[in-house]
């Protein structure tokens, strides 16, 4: 099965489960520092989660904890996750 020119990756937001194309969608990493990063690239190493670009769910996204549970944090590595600034939304 080949990806012909007319082929869109999707993507599923992890806060409100939307599936939207991945230009549509913002991408997290957890760095190595367990920092989480905004990816503006898309191409950064390492596993990644996808948020809508809307502002509730980037909301829903940090006050749930949700980025924590995707990226498999343990429980008493979680209070180290919270570095991703809320601008340029």
Do not use: W
């Amino acid at each position: 099965m080949s990806r012909g020119k007319g082929h869109i990756p999707v993507r599923t937001c992890v806060s409100c489960g939307a599936k939207r194309s991945k230009k549509e969608m913002l991408r997290f990493v957890l760095g190595q520092d367990k920092q989480l990063v905004r990816d503006d690239s898309g191409h950064q190493t390492g596993r990644g989660a996808y948020a809508c670009k809307v502002s509730s769910c980037i909301e829903t996204l940090m006050n749930r904890r949700r980025l924590e549970k995707v990226f498999r944090v343990p429980r008493e590595q979680r209070q180290e996750i919270g570095g991703f600034q809320k601008e340029g939304r």
